[in-house]
């Protein structure tokens, strides 16, 4: 099993969301976050004073599916994030030792 968390643009929410069931992924959590990156950010003044503000706002998807489904998965991201901007985003993907169900106790691939 692996997991897989995206960092994407907000309004790209949607759009993967539907490309992840196509393909029979329902399981997902989703966090409002702030990141910093190439996209550098804009300046606002306050009180006559210039601040830069770099952190933007983002969504953070994060995923466990099986070893078989991860490429197809991180196809399905990529194709429905991609802007050819800077800011698209990222994804990280990393191994998960087990899964268990809480209300069955079922463990493994089957827990997904």
Same mark, same amino acid.
């Given at each position: #099993? ?15 969301? @539907?490309?992840?069931? @196509?393909?029979?992924? +329902? =399981?997902?959590?989703? &966090? *409002?976050? #702030?990141?910093? =990156?190439? *996209? ?7 009180? =006559?004073? @210039?601040?830069? #503000? ?5 969504? +953070?998807?994060?995923?466990?599916? &099986? %070893? %078989?489904?991860? %490429? @197809? ?6 194709? &429905? ?7 698209? =985003?990222?994804?990280?993907?990393? %191994? ?17």
């Amino acid at each position: #099993m692996k997991k897989i968390d995206a960092i994407i643009r907000p309004n790209k929410l949607e759009e993967i969301k @539907e490309a992840l069931h @196509e393909i029979n992924i +329902k =399981g997902i959590t989703v &966090s *409002q976050v #702030m990141g910093c =990156g190439n *996209q550098k950010g804009w300046k606002e003044y306050y009180r =006559g004073t @210039e601040i830069q #503000m770099n952190f933007l706002p983002k969504v +953070k998807i994060e995923l466990v599916v &099986s %070893d %078989d489904k991860v %490429d @197809e998965t991180i196809d399905k991201i990529v194709a &429905s994030a991609k802007t050819g901007e800077v800011g698209d =985003g990222k994804i990280f993907v990393t %191994d998960i030792a087990d899964c268990i169900r809480i209300r069955t106790g079922e463990k493994g691939n089957v827990a997904l």
